[in-house]
C-alpha cells in the first residue's frame, strides 16, 4: 500500500507563488508516473501537471509556463512549484501516484488565490 501526502497549500495573492509537496512511503515514485490534479469547487478534477517515469513533465495548457513539476527521488518528494498565481488557480491540489495497474491518490491541499 502506498500513503501519499500532500503539503505546502495556503493562501497567496494573485502573482504570487507556492511550492507543493507530495511525500510518498517508501521508494514508492520509483518506476512510477506522478500526477499534480486540481478540484475547484462544483468542478471536475483535472490534470495539472504529470511527470513520466523517465522524467519527462507534461502542462495542461492553462498552467504552461507558470508552473514546474519535478522530483526527487532521493527524498521520495514530488514538487509542484507554482508561479504567477491567478485566482482561478484557486482549487484542491491532489496527488497521483500510478504504477502498472495500481493508482494512488493523496488527501489533497487547499490552494487559495485571492485579493
Known amino acids: 500500500q502506498v500513503q501519499l501526502e500532500e503539503s505546502g497549500g495556503g493562501s497567496v495573492q494573485p502573482g504570487g507563488s507556492l511550492r507543493l509537496s507530495c511525500a510518498a512511503s517508501r521508494s514508492s515514485f520509483s518506476g512510477a508516473a506522478v500526477g499534480w490534479y486540481r478540484q475547484a469547487p462544483g468542478k471536475e478534477r483535472d490534470l495539472v501537471a504529470s511527470i513520466s517515469t523517465g522524467g519527462t513533465a507534461t502542462y495542461a495548457n492553462s498552467v504552461k509556463g507558470r508552473f514546474t513539476i519535478s522530483r526527487d527521488g532521493a527524498k521520495n518528494t514530488v514538487f509542484l512549484q507554482m508561479n504567477s498565481l491567478k485566482i482561478e488557480d484557486t482549487a484542491v491540489y491532489y496527488c497521483?501516484?500510478?504504477?502498472?495497474?495500481?493508482?494512488?491518490w493523496g488527501q489533497g491541499t487547499q490552494v487559495t488565490v485571492s485579493s
Open positions: 497521483e501516484l500510478v504504477r502498472g495497474r495500481e493508482i494512488y
